[in-house]
């Protein structure tokens, strides 16, 4: 099975910063790679698919990146809003697998 | 818009069997393209993908439930359901369910979520 590291666990910043949240696969995955936003009490959202692609109506201060196995998710200019857990997930091979997530954090 | 909405107990006693149904509204539900999924997030911790159905019935689970996981669908209800045997305390989480798509070759992941639900196995 494939596993997913995300780092750093917990992240803490401001608002205005920009973040940068990573995601290993233990095994090559092509860009099949998404990335999800979750909020207290709320189902995961989609922001990324496909290792870079911006979901509908996510705002464009998102971005993804893909360096072989390593995974970026960047936020610039972080909102308010954007304080929540953030999970990457593999759908190259089944099981299809999560990250443990980032939380990111008012500092 | 589609909308995903999870019904069924919220308490399950050890042993015995966990049963959830996800209603499907507001968009397509026969494509053969869609995957249905169930996916858990134990308390405070991260998510698992138990496993998909498709329509047609065909079904794929994650190794880790094979052996006590099984899904079903309803078409004429637009519902798909997840039954999990011989459950424990540790399958006490929130249980999403969650659409996932093929378009082409090509998977696209869980664009649609339900809200969620919280099962406690407990006697």
């Known amino acids: 099975d494939i596993q997913m590291t995300q780092s750093p666990s917990t992240l803490s910043a401001s608002v205005g910063d920009t973040v940068t949240l990573t995601c290993r696969a233990s095994?090559?995955?092509?860009?099949?790679l998404a990335w999800y936003q979750q909020k207290r009490g709320k189902a995961p959202e989609l922001l990324i698919y496909?290792?870079?692609t911006l979901e509908s109506g996510v705002p464009s201060r998102f971005s993804g990146s893909r360096s072989g196995t390593d995974f970026t998710l960047t936020i610039s200019d972080l909102q308010p809003d954007d304080f929540a857990t953030y999970y990457c997930q593999q759908y190259d091979s089944y099981p299809w697998a999560f990250g443990q997530g980032t939380k990111v954090e008012i500092k | 818009q589609l909308q995903l909405q999870e019904s069924g107990p919220g308490l399950v006693k050890p042993s015995q069997t966990l049963s959830l149904t996800c209603t499907v509204s507001g968009g397509s539900f026969n494509r053969v393209a869609y995957y249905w999924s169930w996916v858990r997030q134990h308390p405070g911790r991260g998510l698992e993908w138990i496993g998909y159905i498709l329509y047609t019935g065909i079904t794929f689970f994650n190794p880790s439930l094979r052996s006590r996981v099984n899904m079903s669908v309803d078409t004429s209800r637009t519902q798909f359901s997840l039954i999990l045997n011989s459950v424990t305390a540790a399958d006490t989480a929130i249980y999403y369910c969650?659409?996932?798509?093929?378009?082409?070759?090509?998977?696209?992941?869980?664009?649609?979520w339900g809200q969620g639900t919280l099962v406690t196995v407990s006697s």
């Open positions: 969650a659409k996932a798509s093929r378009v082409g070759s090509v998977t696209e992941p869980f664009a649609n």
């Open positions: 496909k290792a870079s």
């Open positions: 095994q090559y995955i092509n860009v099949w």
